[in-house]
């Protein structure tokens, strides 16, 4: 949860145009240079000016994701806002000279948007995660948030033949400040850039595995293993399934290596 002493902080959302974070690039993929006032002032803007817009927040695995998929590429170059989701990505932009200032996971974003949110009385739709989940997610937010409304929370499917009836009953909860879509990526991704020119809904998130968090069904890292970057280690520990993911940070580390070679040789 998000400390309460921030809440007091919160102004409304300026619709004043700011200028377009540094972008950079590792191993070819966007990422923007942002701190986390930066980020929840483009934020605001976006809410202030009406949709559509779209927020990714790729970590190391889902720079690979985007290198092997096009579609997911473009969908990255295309959103309005890249964060950078794990240290992994700021360690390689720091050997890559494509410096970024802060560390900015969606599963934190959704709470830091959910505390601004409440101060304005938002509605948002939770799309996504295992059957009953978003509901029990919507239910924690409006609890720790007072304000915030969940206007609407399903489980849908990124499926084609499932996207019309999802569409209809997100325009039937409107309108719809935020949406956040939790059905792992790259799919959660694709589904909002092509569903968003229908919805236009001011702020699109993809959340991966936030739901389960909130929802108590992962266990979230502890505040010393996410400052100590060992996020990485505590999922493998809690969720030993995983191993076969986490081989691709070995990958993404040579190429890191690989990349930062070629540019000593350049």
């Known amino acids: 949860m998000i400390p309460d002493s921030t809440i007091a902080t919160i102004e409304p959302p300026d619709a004043s145009p700011a200028a377009p974070p540094a972008r950079r690039e590792i191993l070819g993929v966007r990422v923007d240079d942002l701190d986390w006032a930066d ?43 890249v964060t950078c989701d794990g240290v992994g990505l700021r360690w390689a932009g720091r050997l890559l000279s494509q410096p970024l200032r802060a560390v900015i996971p969606g599963s934190e974003l959704i709470e830091r948007m959910a505390e601004r949110g409440a101060a304005r009385g938002e509605r948002w739709f939770l799309l996504g995660g295992a ?19 969940i206007a609407g929370s399903h489980a849908g499917s990124p499926r084609p033949d499932a996207a019309e009836a999802i569409l209809r009953r ?39 595995g936030a739901f389960n968090f909130l929802a108590g069904r992962s266990r979230r890292p502890p505040e010393w293993v996410r400052r100590a970057g060992l996020i990485w280690l505590f999922r493998l520990l809690s969720e030993p399934w995983r191993w076969r993911r986490q081989l691709g940070l070995l990958r993404f580390v040579l190429l890191v290596f690989g990349a930062r070679l070629r540019g000593a040789d350049a």
Do not use: K
């Open 131 to 149: 059957e009953g989940v978003a509901e029990v997610v919507g239910r924690v937010l409006a609890g720790r948030y007072p304000g915030l409304v």
């Open 170 to 208: 997100i325009e039937a909860a409107g309108p719809i400040d935020a949406l956040f879509v939790a059905y792992g990526s790259p799919a959660q991704e694709l589904w909002i850039a092509e569903q968003q020119p229908r919805l236009r809904i001011p702020v699109a998130v993809g959340v991966g």
């Open 39 to 81: 980020a929840l002032a483009r934020i605001d803007g976006f809410l202030a000016a009406g949709g559509p817009h779209q927020v990714i927040t790729p970590n190391p695995e889902l720079v690979l994701a985007a290198r092997r998929n096009p579609a997911f590429r473009a969908a990255i170059e295309g959103a309005d806002l």
